[in-house]
């Protein structure tokens, strides 16, 4: 039975990236992946705070050779008069002015080559189908696409199984959120209609009545387009999926104006509800990173940041634990407060990105208080450096429930509109 110091389930963003610290101290890493590099992901916007971890990896050089620089985020309302563009150069802190869209089959691969390179094993094609917890570490299961099973010994797992959520499905941890309850429709589109000048990578989220939309244009003259919808309304589809995706677009007059000459060049792809959260994020000889922990609402681009920011602090955590077993509960304790830290500091904003009161909020930002600085500092993802702005932020939800309450009829009728559109389908 082969034997290895860290298994790791999982070559997306977050296990490639502590796979590639790990074996850069010299531990002894097997990473297990399911797929084959490349292949297709979603998720394309990186934050600012992404490219000092792409450094710290030594894959800054490979990853701005395939990118788009994303220098701010427009957002567009149709119930207001004029877009708005936040632009990273403002937030609080100015020496991040930039971001990534990067196409995920090529950065994930990057990724994933660097792990090997750093000296991890990596298998593709190889899937985690059981774990068995043993005293001193776990037993995994894998298969391969030839149908050849392997049992790994491992001093400590890793699950960084993305959205499949391997431990957690099994532990039975994992807990869907009501709060936000949306799904995601999705494709690529060639030829469509951007920004102008430096803006042409932005980012641009469009609201509707339904939810909201995303435009993400990439290097190649693609742009990922995808619809963030109530339960409700997805279920009303009675047309193909191509057929939905089209409709909707059609919802939204400014997007689809952007898409008129634009050809669709992907299959589409719906998924059901897709924010969710495990119950713990530790365990004796494990841990869960990214999306394998918890997935919120991908309005601000946070779900690569996240990832790899866990498996940085994962990487150091596993090291605690296996060299200093004495500090390691206090070393899981720590890495579960990061874990946790991240996602509840933006779900604030992201359960409420759809509301009146904080849709204005945003389309007539206040420059008083250094308050559009401590939010585009949110939106580059600053959220674990201490938080200088903090309460800036602070004042920031206190004028956004004043908001509310100068308007209670509006927010009474929001309200009851967001309850019955998050209603479970």
Known sequence: MPECEVLVIGGGPAGS??????????????????????????????????????????????????????????????????????EFSEAWDK??????????????????????????????GCRAISVEPRADGATVTSRSDAGVEQRWQTRFLVDASGRETFLAARLGTKRRRRKPNSAPIFAHFTSAA????????NITVFWFDHGWFWFIPLSDNVTSVGAVCWPYYM????????????????LCPPLAMRLCNARLTSPVTATGNYSYCAERSTGD????????????DPVFSTGVYL????????ADTIEHCLDRPAKGRAALKAFDASMRRGPRIFSWFIYRVTTPSLRDLFMDPS??????EAVLALLAGDVYRGMPFRWRLRLFRLI????NALQPRRTWRAWLQRRQSIRPA
């Open 285 to 296: 000889n494990y841990l869960l990173l990214g999306d394998a922990f918890t997935f919120i």
């Open 307 to 314: 990832a790899m920011h866990s498996a940085f602090v994962g």
């Open 367 to 372: 420059h008083r208080f250094r308050i559009k």
């Open 95 to 124: 020496a991040f002015p930039l971001a990534y869209q990067v196409r995920r089959s090529q950065f994930d691969e990057i990724l994933f080559r660097n792990a090997t390179r750093k000296g991890a094993r990596t298998l593709e």
């Open 17 to 86: 990236t502590v796979a590639a610290l790990l074996a850069s101290r010299g531990r002894d890493v097997v990473v297990l992946e399911r797929e084959h590099h490349p292949r297709f992901h979603i998720g394309e916007s990186l934050l600012p705070l992404n490219l000092p971890l792409f450094e710290r990896l030594g894959v800054a050089e490979e990853i701005d050779r395939i990118a788009m620089p994303k220098y701010g985020a427009e957002f567009v309302s149709p119930w207001h008069a004029r877009p708005v563009t936040f």
């Open 194 to 201: 951007r920004l102008s000048g430096k803006a042409e990578g």
């Open 400 to 403: 956004y429930y004043m908001h």
């Open 235 to 250: 279920k009303s589809r009675q047309t193909e999926l191509e057929r939905f995706l089209l409709d909707t677009i059609a």
